[in-house]
């Protein structure tokens, strides 16, 4: 008990010092920033729910008392409370009515963590959407100034068209990307405690997703809301319909992956499929999600189950 606390605690320290490094300029802590979940999601996948709850608490109060308030919801917001609410989730299980263990479906822990993203830009839209300057206004402004430090030579009218054309996508990027980190550094914990033998549940079974049906209907509703209105309505579902399609994007990737059993030379195929998903963009990720959101409605993956012809490599 004495020794699952140490580690707690630990856990909870290191992710604050990850967390508030590069307040502190720290080259090294710049690096590392994207792994502040880590040591939470070891100490949670390794020891249990009570153990990531020690060191939730313990990072953010360490955050608040090193950098104030801000830091410190700032910290509890991204990080402890979306790692202490995923680990209590994942550790859920229950016995099948085989008799074996059913732990709690990765499709709907990550519907969770999706809502949970959606939620709070809500949550932020509410408090400033709609005042005098709206959040547009607020991240064109955010961007304004770091166009001016970033490249002063640009004019000023070059920096406001810059601005006013990225401005509507940085809430939903930034949610996409706290998303994004926040499954890698699950699935890197559930990595290592995997190999050390540690783990309290199976790896997280990604190739298993399923959604549930009510989050296309959100997709729907949200995208219509983007497509059919204009102005502060439009920005509100498109930044909606980009964090709810992330889901589908996971989704459509393990598609990918279904079917690259099929084919020769697997690494490779995906490889170059993954380079050229790289160079499309938006566009080749908007057809991944689309991949997945079918696959939801009319169940592509069964059709191309079965072993690769000439390897069997996951």
Known sequence: MARSLIIAVLAGVTSAVVFVAPMY???????????THLP?????FGLGTAAVGIAAVTGTLLVGA??????????????????AIAVRQALLWR???????????????????????????????MVIGNGEPGMIE???AML?????????????????????????YIPAALVVSWLIT???NAALAQGILNKTGRNVRPSLEFSKTELPIGLAFALVASGGLWYFTSGVSAFFGQTLTIIIALAYLFVGLTVIHKMSHAWPMRRLVLGMFYVMLFFLGWPGLVLVAAVGLADQLVGLRPRFAGPA????DD
């Open 25 to 35: 300029e720290s080259i090294l802590g710049m690096l590392f920033i994207n792994f």
């Open 40 to 44: 939470l999601f070891l100490a949670g």
């Open 66 to 83: 090193a950098q104030g308030l801000g830091p410190l919801l700032s910290f509890l917001a991204a990080i402890a409370l979306p790692a």
């Open 95 to 125: 016995t099948a009515d085989d008799g074996t263990v059913a732990w709690y479906p990765t499709g709907r822990l990550l519907t969770l963590m999706v809502c949970y993203g959606a939620g709070a830009f809500i949550l932020i839209f």
């Open 138 to 140: 607020f991240m064109a």
């Open 144 to 168: 304004d100034e770091i166009f001016t430090v970033m490249v002063p030579q640009m004019s000023a009218d070059e920096r406001l068209m810059a601005a006013g054309l990225w401005a509507p």
């Open 182 to 184: 926040l499954t890698i």
């Open 309 to 312: 012809p000439d390897e069997e």
